[in-house]
């Protein structure tokens, strides 16, 4: 079992890789780069971003209100991190207003909002309980 | 208390491995629709297919963002472990590890900047890298399998069930809130609280969106000088609008279904393909040509069988009304079971081909 998934994983890698190096109109390098900053984006910035948040929180906010805190902290980064790029909108065409319709800065923080407010919720009803 | 252990990041592991088998199987399918190698064929039922598989592609991979912090998180102090390298077994896998999470952060990233349109962010073309990558995801992915297997399959202590449940528990409501701010580009009902969604179904020009305008195709208009030539093996006609108003009309009810994962269904009415091909003659694939002048889409192939189906249409009008020019006026091709990309708009010939 083991082996044929190594087996089936080292095959499906070759062909990747084939693809990488020889398709029409690949670019490996510029590809390889992408990769290296998203991987390093990912791993030693916005982790420890996280990571950092997250003890400030256990370290500061009082008992009751460290889990929720904690929860919408994680819900919060992960929402605006698929958001950014319509908050941001490069994409925008001038020209094709059904293409991102909405509002979208506005629409991140009535969600944030809404997340803050139901952790503010669950550590008001942590403390009667 | 949230703490980290192998059980926590077995279970990410295979929520995470599922969704990556999803997006992938459902990836390479909406590729091979697209770029259909010989061997491959595309059904035209049923009907909703690729709407409902292109869907879920996105929608799982918008889904994966979490769950994959949440991974790299659950094994984050090993990632400095000292020494960094216990030899070569060690540092192969280590080597598989950094091959897996920079491929897979390379499907999301890629996948989210090509539904922002995003593409001045990526310095090569979307379609081929995020095809390849997507290879050496899964093979990292299977071959991650295979290595940790053993470790997955150990039993969990008690004290680390507490500590997984409350992860695991937020990793599902991070996921449930970033579904629910997609997920109405495509489910309707879900509309209202898309509050991220790229399109909605009901917003654009005849309350449809559009992915490709008429000025960006360079269609500027269309006047009584159009003619569609419809060629095959037996004749050659040149129609008028006109023309076409006086076949016979059927209304269908299709989704337009993008590969950006939005859809939207619409009835539209028009002429069968099948109707126009029996003038003409032949029973090969069909070529459906644009008066499209920029590149990308500016034509499509039709399988024998799709061109033939009794619902695959020359659409002149969409909800009782003449195409809007960016819909594809004067007529547009709409088929069952079929990516956006390929209904091709300003339809300006169709020709049977001979292989």
Same mark, same amino acid.
């Given at each position: 079992?083991?082996?044929?998934?190594?087996?089936?994983?080292?095959?499906?890698?070759?062909?990747?890789?084939?693809?990488?190096?020889?398709?029409?109109?690949?670019?490996?390098?510029?590809?390889?780069?992408?990769?290296?900053?998203?991987?390093?984006?990912?791993?030693?910035?916005?982790?420890?971003?996280?990571?950092?948040?997250?003890?400030?929180?256990?370290?500061?906010?009082?008992?009751?209100?460290?889990?929720?805190?904690?929860?919408?902290?994680?819900?919060?980064?992960?929402?605006?991190?698929?958001?950014?790029?319509?908050?941001?909108?490069?994409?925008?065409?001038?020209?094709?207003?059904?293409?991102?319709?909405?509002?979208?800065?506005?629409?991140?923080?009535?969600?944030?909002?809404?997340?803050?407010?139901?952790?503010?919720?669950?550590?008001?009803?942590?403390?009667?309980? | 208390?949230?703490?980290?252990?192998?059980? *926590?990041?077995?279970?990410?592991?295979?929520?995470?491995?599922?969704?990556?088998?999803?997006?992938?199987?459902?990836?390479?399918?909406?590729?091979?629709?697209?770029?259909?190698?010989? +061997?491959?064929? #595309?059904?035209?039922?049923?009907?909703? *297919?690729?709407?409902?598989?292109?869907?879920?592609?996105?929608?799982?991979?918008?889904?994966?963002?979490?769950?994959?912090?949440?991974?790299? #998180?659950?094994?984050?102090?090993?990632?400095?472990? !000292?020494?960094?390298?216990?030899?070569?077994?060690?540092?192969?896998?280590? *080597?598989?590890?950094?091959l897996l999470s920079g491929a897979a952060l390379f499907e999301l990233v890629t996948g989210l900047l090509n539904i922002a349109y995003w593409y001045g962010a990526m310095p090569f073309g979307f379609i081929g890298a995020h095809y390849w990558t997507a290879w050496l995801a899964i093979g990292a992915l299977l071959l991650h399998v295979a290595v940790k297997l053993p470790v997955a399959r150990q039993p969990v202590p008690a004290p680390?069930?507490?500590?997984?449940?409350?992860?695991?528990?937020?990793?599902?409501?991070?996921?449930?809130v970033i579904t629910l701010a997609f997920l109405g580009q495509t489910v309707r009902p879900l509309r209202r609280v898309a509050l991220l969604a790229p399109r909605l179904p009901d917003v654009g020009p005849q309350g449809l969106p559009v992915n490709k305008t008429a000025s960006a195709a360079g269609v500027t208009r269309v006047d009584d000088g159009y003619r569609l030539t419809v060629v095959g093996p037996d004749a050659r006609h040149?129609?008028?609008?006109?023309?076409?108003?006086?076949?016979?009309?059927?209304?269908?009810?299709?989704?337009?279904?993008?590969?950006?994962? +939005?859809?939207?269904?619409? @009835? +539209?009415?028009?002429?069968?393909?099948?109707?126009?091909?029996?003038?003409?003659?032949?029973?090969? !694939?069909? !070529?459906?040509?644009?008066?499209?002048?920029?590149? &990308?889409?500016?034509?499509?192939?039709?399988?024998?069988?799709?061109?033939?189906?009794?619902?695959?249409?020359?659409?002149?009008?969409? &909800?009782? @009304?003449?195409?809007? %020019?960016?819909? &594809?006026?004067?007529? !547009?091709?709409?088929?069952?079971?079929?990516?956006?990309?390929?209904?091709?708009?300003?339809?300006?010939? %169709?020709?049977?081909?001979?292989?």
């Amino acid at each position: 079992m083991r082996l044929f998934l190594a087996a089936a994983g080292l095959a499906a890698i070759g062909y990747g890789a084939y693809g990488w190096l020889f398709a029409d109109g690949s670019k490996p390098v510029s590809q390889l780069l992408f990769l290296g900053a998203v991987l390093i984006g990912h791993d030693f910035v916005v982790l420890p971003l996280a990571i950092g948040a997250g003890a400030l929180i256990t370290r500061f906010a009082p008992a009751r209100a460290r889990r929720p805190a904690l929860a919408a902290l994680a819900i919060s980064g992960a929402v605006t991190l698929v958001a950014l790029p319509f908050v941001l909108g490069k994409g925008r065409i001038a020209d094709n207003p059904s293409a991102f319709p909405q509002h979208y800065g506005r629409n991140l923080i009535v969600i944030l909002a809404a997340v803050w407010l139901a952790a503010g919720v669950a550590a008001l009803v942590h403390k009667r309980r | 208390m949230v703490r980290r252990s192998s059980g *926590l990041t077995a279970r990410l592991g295979l929520m995470l491995g599922a969704a990556f088998g999803i997006c992938f199987l459902t990836g390479v399918l909406s590729h091979y629709i697209q770029h259909p190698p010989g +061997w491959f064929r #595309w059904p035209s039922r049923p009907v909703q *297919l690729y709407r409902i598989t292109q869907g879920v592609h996105v929608a799982t991979g918008l889904a994966c963002f979490p769950l994959l912090t949440a991974k790299v #998180w659950s094994v984050y102090p090993k990632l400095f472990a !000292r020494p960094p390298v216990r030899g070569v077994l060690h540092g192969l896998e280590r *080597l598989s590890i950094a091959l897996l999470s920079g491929a897979a952060l390379f499907e999301l990233v890629t996948g989210l900047l090509n539904i922002a349109y995003w593409y001045g962010a990526m310095p090569f073309g979307f379609i081929g890298a995020h095809y390849w990558t997507a290879w050496l995801a899964i093979g990292a992915l299977l071959l991650h399998v295979a290595v940790k297997l053993p470790v997955a399959r150990q039993p969990v202590p008690a004290p680390d069930k507490a500590g997984r449940r409350s992860v695991l528990v937020l990793a599902a409501v991070t996921v449930g809130v970033i579904t629910l701010a997609f997920l109405g580009q495509t489910v309707r009902p879900l509309r209202r609280v898309a509050l991220l969604a790229p399109r909605l179904p009901d917003v654009g020009p005849q309350g449809l969106p559009v992915n490709k305008t008429a000025s960006a195709a360079g269609v500027t208009r269309v006047d009584d000088g159009y003619r569609l030539t419809v060629v095959g093996p037996d004749a050659r006609h040149a129609l008028t609008l006109a023309d076409l108003d006086q076949l016979p009309q059927y209304t269908v009810s299709l989704p337009i279904s993008c590969v950006e994962g +939005w859809s939207a269904g619409a @009835e +539209w009415t028009g002429v069968r393909v099948a109707d126009l091909l029996k003038m003409v003659g032949g029973n090969g !694939r069909v !070529r459906v040509d644009s008066l499209q002048r920029t590149p &990308g889409y500016g034509s499509s192939i039709l399988e024998p069988g799709q061109a033939r189906d009794p619902l695959t249409l020359l659409a002149l009008r969409v &909800g009782g @009304e003449p195409l809007h %020019l960016d819909h &594809g006026y004067p007529c !547009r091709l709409i088929a069952p079971n079929r990516p956006g990309a390929l209904q091709t708009k300003w339809v300006s010939g %169709l020709t049977v081909m001979s292989t």
